[in-house]
């Protein structure tokens, strides 16, 4: 079983900012990447920035510049660095480990964080 617990959620005025963690537990070995997907009332849930070991971060365009992944291997966690929050980032966050098993690979999901930006 794989666990992960977010925190740092809240609710922030906008052009503020916030920082997200999670940190993963249980039977991690083999952890391929970690990142953060965010969910909007009544929208799909989207990537807003992945960590792949070994490769590339990816952003979604829409917080390119403002918002930055970052993982302390040693703690299995991943943080999420919020800023020039915009009431357009209000959504629950959701934090994402993907597990390499072999030659095949795991999603797992946190619980989700809410993430209000408002005055």
């Known amino acids: 079983q794989v666990q992960l617990v977010e925190s740092g959620g809240g609710l922030v005025q906008p052009g503020g900012s916030l920082r997200l963690s999670c940190a993963a537990s249980g039977s991690i070995w083999g952890i391929a990447a970690m990142g953060w997907y965010r969910q909007a009332p009544g929208k799909q849930r989207e990537l807003v920035a992945i960590?792949?070991?070994?490769?590339?971060?990816n952003y979604a365009d829409s917080v390119k510049g403002r918002f930055t992944i970052s993982r302390d291997n040693a703690k299995n966690t991943v943080y999420l660095q919020m800023n020039s929050l915009d009431p357009e980032d209000t959504a629950v966050y959701y934090c994402?480990?993907?597990?390499?098993?072999?030659?095949?690979?795991?999603?797992?999901w946190g619980q989700g964080t809410q993430v209000t930006v408002s005055s």
């Open positions: 960590m792949p070991n070994g490769g590339s971060t």
């Open positions: 994402q480990a993907v597990l390499k098993r072999g030659t095949s690979f795991f999603n797992y």
